[in-house]
């Protein structure tokens, strides 16, 4: 996260002198150092980030692709005069252990057209879906399987 705010620093400064180099990293470090004392951040969390970073990388690049496949779905079926949606609400659990994985998988599924997240209590989500078609294999989407690697301890 230090190494974070410090290229942020640098690329809102334009420029790379030693003098911003220098206060770039003694502002870093008391940002650092604000978000460790004040909102609960540990050092660890850098370690994990960086240990899963090609898994998280996958991720969102898996993203990306299922937005585009339902961009294209979605576009069909409001296009498609023949075609009647059947909205549903769908209600699944998952075996997902931290909050991480839990809220970034329903970001995802909001994130991805012609579903939105309704509500996430403990391990239990709702679902609206444009289509009852979209909410089949909700609960063992790939964003499920990708977010269960990330989570386990290698």
Same mark, same amino acid.
């Given at each position: 996260?230090?190494?974070?705010f410090?290229?942020?620093w640098?690329v809102?400064? +334009? @420029?790379?002198? !030693?003098?911003?180099? !220098? ?6 470090g ?13 050092? +660890? ?5 960086? *240990? ?7 991720? !969102?690049?898996t ?5 585009l496949?339902?961009? +294209?779905?979605v576009? @069909? ?11 549903a609400?769908v209600?699944f659990k998952?075996?997902? @252990?931290?909050t991480f994985?839990?809220v970034?998988?329903?970001?995802s599924?909001?994130?991805?057209? +012609?579903?939105?997240? %309704?509500?996430?209590?403990?391990? %239990? ?6 289509d009852?078609?979209?909410? *089949?294999?909700?609960?063992?989407? %790939? ?8 989570e386990r301890k290698?």
């Amino acid at each position: 996260m230090f190494v974070l705010f410090f290229l942020v620093w640098i690329v809102f400064n +334009g @420029q790379f002198t !030693l003098e911003i180099a !220098l206060f770039g990293i003694a502002i870093s470090g008391a940002m650092y150092w604000f978000i460790c004392r004040f909102f609960d951040y540990k050092p +660890g969390y850098d370690l994990f980030l960086c *240990k899963k970073a090609p898994l998280l990388i996958h991720y !969102l690049i898996t993203l990306v692709i299922e937005i585009l496949k339902a961009n +294209g779905t979605v576009f @069909q079926m409001i296009y498609s005069a023949k075609y009647e949606p059947e909205p549903a609400i769908v209600h699944f659990k998952t075996d997902l @252990q931290t909050t991480f994985a839990r809220v970034l998988l329903a970001n995802s599924i909001t994130l991805t057209p +012609g579903t939105i997240t %309704v509500s996430l209590e403990d391990d %239990v989500y709702t679902v609206h879906c444009l289509d009852k078609e979209l909410a *089949k294999g909700i609960d063992s989407s %790939v964003f499920v399987k990708l977010l269960e690697r990330i989570e386990r301890k290698d």
